[in-house]
């Protein structure tokens, strides 16, 4: 178990400083996000919607926001081990389950990374103002974790395939609309202050992460040593 | 006459006294608008179809990852094909009793959406397989995309319209437990459910039979 651990840990530690070098995933992620944050600002801006409209409709924009920049960079973890031609040795150094956990763990800390950029910038520039603020993190946390569980075995499947880039959208936006779903009606009630459609969504997002978790860390040794 | 001939007038015969008892044997229901509650009996099938047809296909991709024979694989794709299908027609049943009911084609009711949600799934799952060369790489990660999205069907299926608020009719096994329709609506939608799961029956095994035939001329050409 240690082993595993250590071995993940590794290869998450090697993914980021390798991503540090280039920034490439994180500028896709960062500058996507901030180009739309932009747009939808100066469009839209702070008093464009009305106040009865506010939680919900600010609440869609900043989940579309946020899915449409993790769409864009949370596949490079796996598709540039397959351009630089280092899955092979990645195969032979580590375990499957370690490079999951590792790549998973990867995923995290972009996705976190972002969402601390982005949240409260989009909160000050739209005027967002949020009632339930412990309820609204929770949601962004665990939001986030799904997020990357889910977008971390699609990356690896289509890794694996030709047309990678279109086909990142293509799978993933199927298996992540639900939790849009949720992440949606949940942060509106935190923005309203429905302390109920918080914990709902909260018990739908755990649920499906919980779920995902598990079953990627049983199919993802297929997808990698295959 | 060889069982198959015999199985497969049975159930055109089966479809065929449903179709007329759907039109005949009940009166519309209460609280619906002119004839419209008769779409139920092949609403509610195609729907049940659909999901049934992802569910083959999740199981024959979990035998695939399991043994690797590519009969599964065949199973798997045939019966993801047909829920495609199937799908498509419970949204148009559907939208078509939501124009005559509330006057819209398409609303984004939870249930509207879910079914919309799995018609991509599927569409996925296709346009997946359309981009791997490799036979056996093809199977296995289709088979691991169809195991991923049919985790995501309950959450589609039960969770999002239970959570929220739904002008979807209360679906057969609804939040209460117990079955509102009336003994003979009851008869006819059940039988409707045997003659259309006969009929996916019926369509699957000509599916892979057809799909095994192709797949063996591919061969003989390579």
């Known amino acids: 178990m240690s082993r595993l651990l250590v071995e993940a840990l590794a290869v998450a530690a090697k993914d980021l400083r390798t991503e540090f070098r280039t920034r490439v995933a994180l500028n896709a992620l960062g500058l996507f996000a901030l180009t739309v944050l932009a747009a939808v600002s100066y469009t839209v801006g702070p008093y464009r919607i009305s106040v009865e409209d506010r939680p919900f409709l600010l609440s869609v924009l900043l989940w579309i926001v946020i899915f449409f920049a993790a769409l864009a960079g949370l596949d490079r973890s796996f598709v540039k081990e397959e351009e630089s031609h280092t899955a092979p040795l990645l195969r032979l150094a580590a375990s499957p389950t370690a490079v999951w956990l590792g790549k998973l763990g990867f995923n995290i800390v972009l996705i976190y990374f972002l969402m601390a950029i982005l949240v409260p910038l989009y909160c000050i520039l739209m005027g967002y103002k949020i009632q339930l603020v412990g309820g609204f993190v929770l949601i962004l946390v665990f939001g986030g974790y799904t997020l990357a569980v889910i977008t971390t075995i699609v990356a690896a499947i289509i890794a694996r395939a030709l047309t990678r880039g279109a086909l990142f959208s293509v799978l993933s936006l199927p298996l992540l609309l639900p939790l849009l779903i949720f992440l949606i009606q949940g942060t509106a009630g935190a923005a309203d202050g429905t302390a109920e459609t918080v914990t709902n969504t909260l018990r739908a997002v755990l649920s499906m992460g919980g779920i995902m978790t598990i079953v990627s860390a049983m199919l993802f040794p297929v997808v990698w040593s295959d | ?222």
């Open chain 2, 1 to 222: 006459m060889r069982v198959a001939d015999i199985l497969k007038w049975l159930l055109l015969g089966w479809l065929a006294v449903v179709i007329v008892a759907a039109f005949f044997y009940v009166r519309p229901a209460e609280g619906f608008i002119g004839e419209s509650s008769r779409i139920v009996f092949f609403h509610v099938p195609m729907a049940w179809i659909a999901v049934l047809a992802f569910l083959v296909s999740c199981i024959t991709s979990v035998m695939y990852l399991k043994r690797r024979e590519p009969k599964d694989d065949i199973r798997a794709s045939v019966s993801a094909g047909l829920g495609l299908l199937f799908a498509v027609l419970a949204t148009t049943t559907g939208s078509v009793f939501a124009r005559i009911m509330w006057n819209s084609w398409w609303n984004w009711d939870p249930r509207q959406t879910s079914i919309a949600i799995l018609l991509l799934i599927y569409a996925a799952y296709l346009a997946l397989r359309g981009a791997i060369d490799d036979p056996e790489r093809r199977a296995s990660l289709s088979a691991v995309y169809a195991i991923l999205a049919f985790v995501t069907v309950p959450f589609l299926v039960f969770v999002v319209p239970r959570i929220y608020w739904s002008l979807h009719p209360d679906t057969i096994i609804n939040t209460r437990g117990s079955n509102e329709f009336d003994l003979r609506y009851t008869q006819v939608l059940m039988a409707s459910l045997v003659g259309f799961t006969g009929l996916y029956i019926w369509l699957y095994t000509i599916g892979c039979r057809i799909e095994a035939i192709r797949q063996r001329r591919r061969q003989e050409v390579l």
